[in-house]
């Protein structure tokens, strides 16, 4: 027998094929990855997602938190990480991210902090709340924390585990806790 009939033979027949597939239908494990894949949209952080006001052809890790997620616009073309967090202000705090920004895994942005009045017990402290923007083409590192009221000017890099708060030159590089420039971005001349 020549190698194409004992290929054929080695392979299930299109009736075995079809058992197979129906009598997967009946396998316990398959039901459980689906009730999976249906309460994943249950998770808190999948919910507020359909909130966030996205621009074009964002990629965004399954992970990352949205909070106050109403207050979040991403523009385009933006890359977030696995385990990145925005926080948007519970009243008034807005994040605004622009085009072709990179964040790297586990950036943390808030729009708001809280205050410390003495005698106030910790957890009635007031907040204060501020906007966050960021520029266009700008990449922060892993872990760079972005406090409530930063700017970040567009090409700007902030380097991994950076605190920033206030504003941030554009084509700056900010690297510290507090963040500070250590350097400046060249782009590449076009012509």
């Known amino acids: 027998m020549d190698e194409v009939s004992l290929a054929r033979k080695d392979s299930p027949s299109r009736l075995r094929r079809l058992f197979r597939l129906v009598g997967s239908s009946f396998d316990p494990r398959a039901w459980l990855h689906l009730f999976r894949i249906v309460n994943y949209y249950n998770y808190s952080h999948v919910a507020p997602r359909r909130q966030v006001r996205f621009g074009e052809s ?25 385990r990145c967090y925005f926080w948007a202000g ?50 922060l590192g892993t872990r760079a924390i972005v406090l409530a009221g930063a700017s970040i000017g567009d090409h700007a ?35």
């Not at 964002?58 to 696995?82: K, L, Q, W």
């Not at 705090?93 to 072709?100: A, F, H, N």
């Not at 902030?158 to 963040?179: H, K, N, T």
Request: charged share 20%; with cysteine; proline share 8%.
């Open 58 to 82: 964002p990629n965004v890790s399954p992970d990352t938190v949205f909070t106050n997620a109403d207050r979040i616009e991403i523009g385009n073309r933006v890359r977030i990480g696995s």
């Open 157 to 191: 890099i902030i380097a991994a585990g950076a605190v920033v708060r206030g504003d941030v030159e554009p084509m700056s590089i900010m690297a510290g806790s507090p963040a500070k420039r250590i350097g400046s971005r060249e782009l590449p001349r076009s012509g």
């Open 90 to 139: 519970p009243s008034t705090g807005r994040i605004i991210i622009g085009d072709d920004v990179l964040f790297g895994p586990e950036v943390m942005l808030t729009a708001a902090s809280y205050l410390y009045n003495a005698g106030t017990p910790v957890t009635e402290q007031p907040m204060k709340e501020a906007d966050i923007c960021i520029g266009n083409d700008v990449w």
